[in-house]
């Protein structure tokens, strides 16, 4: 079965902290993704990385940055939190060719 | 925002009944794809349909996609009251890795 783990199901941090989301997938696959959450807006695709040490913007970049120093390691960064960055943050790995996406459990954050 | 929209937002149907929810999405794609979330879960993955496809089965699922109008719908029929969770389609663009996903049917069914 293909697992993809997000360190963290709760996180509550303060306003200002640097914040640190970690997905791991054991499926070798090329395409990773973070997204947030939110009532009545669905998932909104913060960035994405196709390969090892590459990663592209999504739609809704600002605040956020990513790390891929190993293919199965895509970490989401929260550069200094704030509150409107309260949100469910879900991770998902796919293999080239645009199968299927898989997804983490999600990560429910609260910046206070 | 590339984000595609579904509709409706929410769907309250008996159960026995079908549901249908509808994608739109705006730039080309090569195949389309249908997820389910239950509360507070991570997506599972429910059907893919190519662009070269008009319509694909899987069980009581039926997707169409109609490219010119960039959209798509998904009828589930007879519906079960753990069909409850909601519904998004999902996109990929062309010549990118970029994968989006539309805002989402919350459909309910009633035992």
């Known amino acids: 079965d293909v697992k993809v783990t997000q360190s963290s199901r709760y996180l509550v941090k303060r306003t200002g902290e640097k914040v640190f989301l970690e997905c791991v997938q054991d499926m070798d696959h090329e395409n990773m993704f973070w997204y947030r959450q939110d009532p009545g807006l669905g998932l909104r695709l913060i960035y994405f990385s196709y390969d090892v040490k590459m990663k592209e913007k999504g739609d809704i970049p600002e605040g956020y940055s990513v790390s891929r120093e190993k293919k199965e390691r895509f970490s989401l960064i929260l550069e200094s939190a704030s509150t409107n960055q309260t949100s469910m943050y879900l991770c998902?790995?796919?293999?080239?060719?645009?199968?299927?996406?898989?997804f983490g459990q999600g990560t429910r954050l609260t910046v206070v | 925002s590339q984000q595609g929209e579904e509709d409706p937002q929410a769907l309250s149907i008996q159960e026995g009944e079908n549901a249908t929810m509808n994608c739109s999405y705006k730039t080309s794609i090569n195949n389309l794809q249908w997820y389910r979330q239950n509360s507070g879960r991570g997506l599972v993955h429910l059907i893919l349909?190519?662009?070269?496809?008009r319509e694909k089965h899987s069980g009581r699922l039926r997707v169409t996609l109609d490219t010119s109008k960039k959209s798509s719908s998904l009828l589930i029929t007879a519906s079960r009251a753990a069909d409850t969770a909601s519904y998004f389609c999902?996109?990929?663009?062309?010549?990118?890795?970029?994968?989006?996903f539309g805002t989402g049917t919350r459909l309910k069914v009633l035992a």
């Open positions: 999902a996109t990929d663009g062309r010549g990118t890795y970029k994968y989006i």
């Open positions: 998902a790995s796919m293999a080239h060719g645009n199968t299927e996406a898989f």
């Open positions: 349909i190519r662009s070269n496809e």
